[in-house]
């Protein structure tokens, strides 16, 4: 075997997260066979399972990837954010199925879309299965840690309206994202969601008035 | 065959819908198996499809019924309503539970859990189904049609907010509900929900200030 760098592996490794993001989103977990992955990521069963144990294994570095930069883009921007980006992201994915673009270019990688289907992976195992459920707290209470900091911020700067606990906001916020992933997986229409993300961010803002 | 009335008909196709409730919320739908459809309504898998031609169209049948039910429940007390019964009847449950009642008083048939149970197989559904997507539709909009209309009148009695039109609330508030019963679903704490909800209930309301 030929030697390589630390950056080599880490850029395999993520080589192999993106193209099984991909192939996760597009068939689901169950779906995702070991040749399809072989497919999304143009390499070798072998080459895949010397990075990851299995399929699961591969799952959760995934799921924890994208925990991850959620959590970024909270700590950053905030959860409205968040779900404005994943809004823009079902849409961009709507025009390229519309389209001709058969042949087109492959949609981005890091689209919001691929990070959907872990998503919703991740909430149907939180349902049926309770060692998951324990596995995953630690990611989930990262989410909700980067959320509450950052409406401690804006509070501290009073942007926020200061009658409703932090707690209270960041579990709303949360509540909301939920509702909008599962929204869009049903494929439910997207037009007035706009309105809706406004309002609320508008309700967690300072008071009207 | 001895001769039955209407009422008794109808008494009897209910008494196997209740039946059928409790089972697809214990073992959802696929484990909801003819065996333990029989032993949940007492009846034999000839008598209960006898008013139901199989699993899905008795499926069917309660998912509708639960819908309707909903739409009347949001029309005379609105959609945060069915959220605060929601919340509530999961407590419930969880005290159920929890206590040493393993002899105790079977839970209501009418509960809001075993509501759930019937509202995740039809988001379930929604999502991998077309064609039950497309057949879904009119129930749907069954829900959207009622708590617009009752957010109209609200409206009207001078109780909104009127700077976001009547159809974005409503939207708003749906997508609150979409992910109350996916946080719920999952089994995540629901200690801070009512804040969250008052702190819904008062964004749909007259501006504040």
């Known amino acids: 075997m ?11 490794r993520q080589h192999i997260l993106d193209g099984a993001r991909r192939c996760f989103a597009a068939h689901g977990y169950e779906g995702a066979t070991v040749r399809r992955l072989e497919q999304s990521t143009g390499l070798s069963r072998g080459a895949i399972f010397h990075y990851f144990r299995d399929k699961d294994a591969l799952f959760l570095a995934l799921a924890e990837q994208d925990a991850r ?16 980006n ?10 390229d199925h519309d389209g001709v673009a058969a042949t087109g270019p492959a949609p981005d990688p890091d689209g919001d879309l691929s990070w959907l289907g872990t ?3 991740v909430s149907r195992r939180l349902r049926t299965d309770p060692d998951f459920r324990e596995r995953w707290q630690a990611h989930s209470a990262e989410l909700t840690a980067a959320t509450r900091e950052r409406l401690e911020r804006q509070a501290a700067a009073g942007a926020l309206r200061d009658d409703v606990p932090v707690p209270v906001l960041a579990q709303y916020l949360e509540l909301v994202l939920e ?3 599962s929204h869009l997986a049903m494929g439910l229409p997207a037009d007035a969601l ?5 309002l609320v ?6 008071l009207r008035g």
Chains 1, 2 share one sequence.
């Open 194 to 198: 706009d309105g809706v993300l406004d």
């Open 179 to 181: 509702g909008l992933v």
């Open 2 to 12: 030929p030697r390589v760098s630390t950056d080599q592996l880490a850029a395999r």
């Open 69 to 84: 930069r959620m959590a970024d883009v909270v700590a950053e921007q905030g959860l409205v954010q968040v779900m404005r």
């Open 86 to 95: 994943l809004l823009d992201g079902t849409r961009a994915d709507a025009r």
């Open 119 to 121: 998503r919703l992976e």
């Open 201 to 206: 961010e508008q309700s967690v803002r300072t």
